[in-house]
């Protein structure tokens, strides 16, 4: 069974929109939910990350939305820009558990 | 640029031959987790190690693969014998604690198996 499911798998917005990655999970002791970002050639990095304390993280144009009653998160990105055009990988993982499960990837291409 | 540094970026083996990959963690970074990203960027757990303990894996971890993270010296991760389903980019990430921080990855080993 699949941990953390993503949606869409790819996503294509115009530059200025907003686009809004889902995410879900099926574990309800997940108490740590990253996003990570994975340019071409690169490797991921962390982008921002919530703990179920708070149903909401921002830092600048990216805002993470939670929702622990129906086990979902969602990354927004604002104003998007074609430099944002990179794969997005949510994940989530337990602080009792040492494994963190990562979501199959949105491929985000924004254009100018 | 990435303090997790991955060694080789990329190597070819036949099928059957043995693949090696090293990962030097971040330093200061006790856990290191390998993980295998396919063509379609989806993400495999292999392995996980503390210190020099593994923690956890995965059955065909267990079975195809050997790996270590000795002390002083670079994790490896090692394919017993290639096989063409084994063709991916296998990333090394490290982090202070088992889970609830931050990864940190390295560039990753492509491993192309002909």
């Known amino acids: 069974q699949q941990q953390v499911r993503q949606s869409p798998q790819s996503l294509t917005v115009w530059e200025g929109e907003t686009a809004i990655l889902n995410c879900s999970y099926e574990d309800s002791t997940f108490d740590y939910f990253p996003w990570y970002h994975q340019f071409p050639g690169e490797s991921p990095a962390l982008l921002i990350a919530i703990r179920p304390v708070s149903n909401k993280k921002e830092d600048g144009r990216f805002t993470i939305f939670f929702n622990k009653r129906e086990k979902k998160f969602s990354l927004h990105i604002a104003d998007s820009q074609p430099g944002d055009s990179a794969t997005y990988f949510c994940a989530a993982s337990e602080n009792s558990n040492n494994r963190i499960f990562f979501g199959d990837g949105t491929q985000l291409v924004v254009k100018p | 640029n990435s303090k997790v540094i991955q060694t080789p970026r990329y190597l070819v083996k036949g099928q059957g031959q043995k693949a090696k990959m090293r990962c030097i963690p971040e330093?200061?970074?006790?856990?290191v987790f390998w993980y295998q990203q396919n063509k379609n960027n989806e993400f495999k757990f292999l392995i996980n190690?503390?210190?020099?303990?593994?923690?956890?894996q995965i059955d065909m971890t267990e079975k195809r693969f050997s790996a270590e993270c000795p002390s002083n010296s670079p994790c490896s991760l090692e394919i017993q014998s290639s096989e063409a389903g084994d063709s991916a980019l296998y990333l090394c990430?490290?982090?202070?604690?088992?889970?609830?921080?931050?990864?940190?990855f390295g560039e990753g080993s492509r491993l192309i198996v002909v």
């Open positions: 330093k200061g970074h006790p856990v």
């Open positions: 990430a490290s982090s202070l604690f088992n889970s609830g921080n931050t990864l940190y």
């Open positions: 190690f503390q210190n020099q303990e593994v923690l956890q």
